[in-house]
């Protein structure tokens, strides 16, 4: 009787040590929650995603998903430098890009195969005058000007020229004009290269 007397009256000590020394246990290290709920991704977005979402641009965009060279917008082997028109800047033009120098329209001997193979050929000149091709991953160099630079057209230059005016203190890109004046009226960075939004386009050869 004695020894069940003692075992209740020290039981509840025990337990009570034993919780105490429970609470007092350092938790473990917990792991970063936000670095698991957030997946990794690029800092930069590709050229295709610039120009998905540069509603200003979406006419030349349209004309560039239909050539070969729109699936390396989203690829990272490729460096490009592209010269976008504006939409107002393309539906200015007195033909276009689809037309070439000369309108295509249907008339006697010409078929409609011939018209679209002819339409395709100058969508193509025309994008690929407005691509500018490097080799290594750097912006093209627009402080020394005038320089020219070669494009994805075969035989296609593009010369940028000094703008006489320009604030010595303002970005490269808003010191110097295309052929014909055409200005850059801004610039975004891509993971895959640069994209400058003129106010003008360039004319392939």
């Known amino acids: 009787m004695r020894l069940s007397h003692l075992l209740a009256f ?3 000590f025990a337990v009570s040590a034993s919780f105490q020394e429970q609470i007092i246990i350092p938790p473990m290290p917990q792991t970063n929650e936000e670095s698991l709920a957030s997946p990794f991704t690029s800092s930069e977005p590709t050229l295709a995603d610039l ?6 641009a979406s006419i030349y965009y349209s004309y560039a998903r239909e050539t070969e060279w729109s699936y390396r917008f989203a690829s990272e082997s490729v460096w490009f430098t592209m010269l976008v028109p504006t939409n107002k800047a393309v539906m200015a033009l007195a033909q276009k890009p689809h037309q070439g120098p000369e309108s295509v329209e249907p008339h006697i001997g010409v ?4 018209l679209d193979e002819s339409s395709k050929r100058n969508v193509e000149r025309w994008v690929s005058a ?13 402080s020394d000007t005038p320089v020219s630079y070669e494009t994805l057209q075969d035989g296609k230059l593009v010369t940028f020229n000094p703008v006489p005016d320009a604030k010595p203190d303002s970005p490269e890109w808003m010191r110097v004009t295309l052929e014909d004046g055409v200005r850059i009226i801004g610039m975004k960075e891509a993971q895959n290269g640069v994209l400058y939004l003129i106010d003008g386009t360039v004319v392939p050869n």
Do not use: M
């Open 130 to 142: 407005h691509i500018i091709p490097k080799s290594v991953k750097a912006r093209i160099s627009l």
């Open 10 to 12: 020290i039981l509840p």
């Open 51 to 56: 120009l998905t979402i540069e509603s200003s």
């Open 111 to 114: 078929s409609e195969q011939e």
